[in-house]
């Protein structure tokens, strides 16, 4: 087991990676369309553009709220994540009112932040979001299918006129298991490049884990011995342990991490090779299974399973699958991260809630205004993994996280510029 150092990624130095350029068949699944859900909230941004006060994170960029902002005339964007100076923006400097981008094209979604440095904080002023499945069929056959390309491409050229249209200072472009799993991935940044005008940086799962981490820290509670952080993606899982029994005083969370692990399984591969629509007792546990298998081969040592025995440890959950349970859970007519983002479930809870949605068939999930068709097929398999993460650890305690690594993209930039890097991470983890 290598023990990595969480520094500054492989890929290159924050901010300066994104650019503009020159067996047998598994049970049916429905055809999927892309949905365009351009709207703030399917973001998991209000439709105001905020997030939501709370704790405030380790770095001290805090996720303060605020109102949105009147879009700026449109500008030039040089490569490297750098607007041209000479156009700057009212407020543009380096003590003024930066703004800057993440974005983050999964297996399954595509989804943008822009936000404008506020001191130590950080205010959202659009937000973009599109369920397009990039990796479907990619844990079968190991390649990007044509129309997957075409629905990811679709929403990287609207994220690439909001990029335009807010005069971002500084951004960061990355994308996941999806691009890293397929054999033709190069072929379709090609595609990014020449049609969308984006160059895409493909991290690593290690980087994919630290950027959870950043953009959830605020969430873990500093009063019990950590967390156990896990993102259920749609090609891929990463947890990670966050050890505080020792601290003396204020800890960085991120610098608490002790192990971490990101698995080769997400809700879109689990669904590919199960089925989404139709999930019977005997199908969702071969799911957990699977999960629970490669779950094996991460060992973090005795130390967690005491701690969690403990109570102590909590679970802190960043995914479509966590925010569905919560919404759930709440009840929401519409779904409202307000009200989910930050909420506690006992563990009883959330087996209250998977037992829910299990006992949902497809039209239900389908009816559910907190699943919905784009997540009816996924979120059985998403619950599954859930599954096996607390037949593992059965932490008493879970919280919902409706953030993750656009936040903490969005945090590593802006405390680069204020020479706040984050170095000083390190945990010994498994890719």
């Keep these: 087991m290598g023990i990595p150092v969480f520094d500054q990624p492989a890929e290159g130095p924050a901010g300066t990676a994104g650019s503009w350029s020159g067996g047998s068949s598994p049970p049916p699944r429905e055809p999927f369309a892309a949905t365009d859900s351009d709207d703030a909230s399917s973001a998991g941004v209000d439709d105001d553009g905020r997030l939501p ?234 799911m957990v299974d699977e999960v629970s298998g490669l779950l094996a081969a991460f060992d973090p040592g005795h130390e967690l399973d005491a701690a969690v025995a403990s109570g102590r440890v909590h679970f802190l959950g960043t995914s479509g699958t966590v925010t569905t349970l919560a919404g759930v859970y709440l009840g929401l007519a519409r779904y409202d991260r307000r009200r989910v983002d930050g909420t506690w479930l006992d563990a009883a809870e959330v087996e209250g809630m998977i037992d829910r949605v299990r006992a949902m068939d497809y039209d239900e999930r389908v009816a559910s205004p907190c699943i919905g068709r784009d997540r009816a097929d996924l979120v059985i398999a998403g619950c599954a993994i859930l599954e096996a993460i607390r037949r593992r650890w059965p932490c008493r305690r879970l919280r919902v996280a409706d953030r993750g690594l656009r936040e903490g993209i969005l945090t590593e930039l802006i405390s680069a510029d204020r020479g706040h890097g984050q170095g000083g991470m390190s945990g010994a983890g498994r890719s």
């Design 53 to 286: 006060s709370g704790p405030r994170p380790w770095t001290g960029d805090a996720f303060a709220p605020a109102g949105a902002a009147a879009p700026p005339t449109a500008g030039d964007i040089a490569a490297h994540g750098h607007r041209h100076a000479e156009h700057p923006h009212p407020g543009s400097g380096e003590y003024g009112q930066r703004r800057y981008a993440a974005l983050d094209l999964g297996t399954n979604n595509c989804r943008l932040l822009i936000a404008e440095a506020r001191g130590r904080n950080f205010r959202v002023i659009d937000a973009f979001s599109r369920i397009v499945r990039l990796g479907e069929g990619v844990s079968l056959s190991g390649v990007l299918a044509d129309a997957a390309m075409d629905r990811a491409i679709d929403a990287l050229k609207v994220c690439r006129r909001k990029l335009t249209d807010r005069h971002v200072d500084r951004f960061r472009l990355i994308a996941t298991e999806a691009c890293r799993a397929a054999s033709n991935g190069d072929l379709f940044l090609q595609r990014v490049r020449q049609e969308a005008d984006l160059e895409l940086e493909v991290v690593s799962r290690e980087t994919e884990a630290r950027l959870a981490v950043v953009g959830c820290a605020s969430l873990v509670d500093r009063e019990g011995d950590g967390a156990i952080l896990f993102d259920i993606g749609g090609g891929s899982s990463e947890l990670v342990w966050l050890d505080l029994r020792r601290k003396n005083g204020p800890v960085a969370v991120a610098r608490a991490i002790r192990a971490w692990t990101s698995l080769p399984v997400g809700v879109v591969g689990l669904a590919d090779r199960h089925g989404g629509v139709a999930v019977t007792p005997d199908t969702f546990e071969r």
